[in-house]
């Protein structure tokens, strides 16, 4: 079993009491303890009673750090449409002020962090499908398991008003002590079997498609991603608890994430970086172009030639390298870009792929290089402005958190967000997949609407669909 003694908690927790009553307002007392193994899972099942609708997941592709979050201690979230990246920020870092922080580690995702995204364009027209996330939301989570290069850390983060005594500390305690306790006990979760599968206006996406292709022709427009939607039904509720071991299982080579908003969980496994910073170092990812893979080695091998030489994906791929080197250099004062694109290959399809590297100041701001980068042009298109106006009004989906930043951001400003594509909505006994592709002036709306079936395979399976 795992228990943490009420190491100086006495004196920290008076502390953060009399610096909340001296301010007259609420501050954050943090502390992280360094814990033994656990399995990432199970901390983020044992959450399912207490913390449902309050829990998130983030495993990045090299097992390098995995974030499991339980509980809100602070939530920030706005539907504001303007400067909503600098308004997420300037809430993150006022939140912050005054806060007591015992953290003796100095390694990143350790101590306060926040865990969100934004949508993929908040002056689109919201549905009811994404009613339960706001086009700003972000948790501060009350427990975190921070995993780092195979070393367990638990951060606690409780917010106290000017009302609060020390009895707080003492019912937070007990929990901690119990949610630990309680990892002996994790069941896993049940899957819900597939009724039935809705694509959603498949022929009208279609003409979509052939309508754009027309404009791109004759236009400034060079290329416009269009998504669409998969609707599911199930024999009961879907389990976010069983997806993500799904995905988790099948997908080792991806991010895996997962967040909960009011009973909603956005799911995934995305193979797309945005951006990460560590310190003065900034790395991003160009993904643009793909094919599947191959049965056999040797087909796999000719399908990666094809798609290394196919002219219309290397073109697109190029848009994508030119617009994240422009973003990157108004932060970065040097930037390492390899020549060409090499393979990235996933369970299901490979993609061309450029990393990128940058050098900035250590206090570059990760959510002005998030806005700088979003949407890049696999997720929206060229220009950046014009195609997302287009993508506002033909596409019929809303696309919410799908196509849009994720990620988290730790107290000394460091992070990491992925483009969520990959991925689904679980709504109870029904689920929404998205996929899109990038429209150009040769594009056939039939051989794209293949594409975006070939990439729903991974959550389909993951839902037991496959």
């Known amino acids: 079993m795992i228990t943490i003694q009420e190491t100086e908690i006495k004196e920290r927790g008076l502390l953060a009491v009399n610096r909340a009553k001296e301010l007259g307002r609420p501050i954050l007392i943090s502390e992280v303890h360094h814990i033994e193994a656990i399995n990432p899972l199970s901390f983020f099942n044992i959450g399912k009673d207490r913390y449902c609708g309050e829990r998130f997941f983030w495993k990045d592709p090299t097992n390098e750090i995995v974030l499991i979050g339980l509980g809100i201690s602070k939530q920030i979230q706005s539907d504001q449409a303007t400067d909503r990246f600098f308004h997420v ?10 806060s007591i922080i015992f953290n003796p580690y100095s390694k990143m995702a350790v101590g306060p962090l926040m865990f ?36 367990t850390y638990l951060t606690t983060n409780i917010v106290i008003t000017p009302n609060d005594d020390f009895s707080l500390f003492s019912k937070v305690l007990e929990e901690r002590n119990q949610l630990l306790h309680s990892l002996k006990q994790d069941h896993g979760a049940k899957s819900a079997v597939l009724l039935e599968t809705t694509e959603i ?102 399908l990666g030639q094809t798609l290394l030489n196919d002219q219309k994906n290397l073109i697109e791929h190029g848009f994508v390298v030119e617009m994240i080197k422009e973003a990157l250099e108004e932060s970065c004062e040097e930037i390492i870009l ?14 061309l792929y450029t990393p990128v590297i940058g050098k900035c100041s250590n206090d570059a701001s990760l959510l002005l290089l998030v806005e700088r980068l979003h949407p890049t042009p696999a997720l929206g298109g060229l220009p950046k402005k014009a195609a997302v106006e287009k993508i506002r009004q033909v596409e019929d989906l809303d696309r919410g958190f799908y196509g849009a ?3 988290w951001i730790d107290y000394k400003q460091n992070g990491e967000f992925a483009v969520s594509i990959r991925c689904g909505l679980l709504q109870g006994d029904e ?26 395979t991974p959550m389909l399976r993951a839902l037991g669909g496959k």
């Open 89 to 98: 920020e300037r809430e993150w870092k006022s939140f912050l002020e005054d």
């Open 405 to 407: 930043p994720l990620g």
């Open 338 to 351: 390899p020549e060409k694109p090499q393979l990235l290959k996933n369970r299901d399809i490979q993609h």
């Open 201 to 302: 206006s498949p022929e009208r996406w279609k003409q979509a498609v052939d309508g754009v292709v027309k404009e791109l022709t004759n236009g400034p427009l060079k290329k416009v991603v269009l998504a669409r939607e998969l609707r599911l039904s199930f024999t009961n509720k879907v389990e976010a608890e069983a997806v993500l071991g799904n995905l988790y299982t099948q997908q080792p080579a991806s991010y895996i994430f997962a967040f909960e908003s009011n009973g909603d969980c956005f799911i995934g496994a995305t193979p797309e970086r945005l951006v990460k910073k560590r310190g003065s170092e900034v790395f991003s990812t160009c993904l643009a172009g793909s094919i599947s893979r191959g049965i056999t080695e040797e087909e796999d091998r000719i």
């Open 116 to 151: 969100g995204g934004f949508s993929f364009d908040p002056y689109k027209e919201k549905t009811e499908l994404w009613s339960k996330f706001a086009d700003s939301l972000f948790h501060i989570p009350k427990y975190l398991v921070s995993i780092l290069d195979g070393e």
């Open 431 to 456: 689920a929404s997949l998205f996929a899109g592709c990038g429209v150009v002036a040769d594009s056939n709306s039939e051989s794209e609407y293949l594409e975006t079936s070939l990439k729903f």
